[in-house]
T-cell receptor
Framework: DAGVIQSPRHEVTEMGQEVTLRCKPI?????LFWYRQTMMRGLELLIY????????DSGMPEDRFSAKMPNASFSTLKIQPSEPRDSAVYFC????????????FGSGTQLSVL | AQSVSQHNHHVILSEAASLELGCNYS??????LFWYVQYPGQHLQLLLK??????LVKGIKGFEAEFIKSKFSFNLRKPSVQWSDTAEYFC????????????FGKGTKLSVKP
């Protein structure tokens, strides 16, 4: 298995533009997590899905952020409109819900909003 | 609500020095505890975990951690660090039986001088 796959690896955009981050979890995993990593706040959980259903989105900072999981093999995190303070590394992770022993992380998307 | 506190933001050691990174958590119930490591330019990966049983947990690469319930602590240790241990280390916790929502500390950056 290729692991959790995120795209793009790097994204540079201008303030006000829409940004879409993509994630493909490990096949067979039924939980998916979106995290944001910044120097100031560390790793923050934004939202997580169980069996494609959003379970907890309390970490989503504002209405500008939205996440979807249309099927078990794909999820998106969208920011519209983007702002400079959204600049961060966004990680996607997946796991088996039943055991929740271990999260498998993707390589992250480095987002820079100018 | 759960929270995780890592005491040190940046630790600098010489090779062969001993390491202890502090981690305290806040939660009234039973928890699972984790240490994740992020090597430069790589994604997070699991170093070790504690679910139950022996409170002294051994992980990969010579790392270990001790769960002290009375202190709500799960400190990470290594007797003799190597230059290759240079990385950022994250302590994490989730409520036993939960279906996700792994809460991370802000991380401790370890720099090992050769």
């Amino acid at each position: 298995d290729a692991g959790v796959i995120q795209s793009p690896r790097h994204e540079v955009t201008e303030m006000g533009q829409e940004v879409t981050l993509r994630c493909k979890p490990i096949s067979g995993h039924n939980s998916l997590f979106w995290y944001r990593q910044t120097m100031m706040r560390g790793l923050e959980l934004l939202i997580y899905f169980n069996n494609n259903v959003p379970i907890d989105d309390s970490g989503m900072p504002e209405d500008r952020f939205s996440a979807k999981m249309p099927n078990a093999s794909f999820s998106t995190l969208k920011i519209q409109p983007s702002e400079p303070r959204d600049s961060a590394v966004y990680f996607c992770a997946s796991s088996w819900t039943s055991t929740n022993e271990k999260l498998f992380f993707g390589s992250g998307t480095q987002l820079s909003v100018l | 609500a759960q929270s995780v506190s890592q005491h040190n933001h940046h630790v600098i050691l010489s090779e062969a020095a001993s390491l202890e990174l502090g981690c305290n958590y806040s939660y009234g119930g039973t928890v699972n505890l984790f240490w994740y490591v992020q090597y430069p330019g790589q994604h997070l990966q699991l170093l070790l975990k504690y679910f139950s049983g022996d409170p002294l947990v051994k992980g990969i690469k010579g790392f270990e951690a001790e769960f002290i319930k009375s202190k709500f602590s799960f400190n990470l240790r290594k007797p003799s660090v190597q230059w290759s241990d240079t990385a950022e280390y994250f302590c994490a916790v989730n409520a036993r039986g939960s279906q996700g929502n792994l809460i991370f500390g802000k991380g401790t950056k370890l720099s090992v001088k050769p």
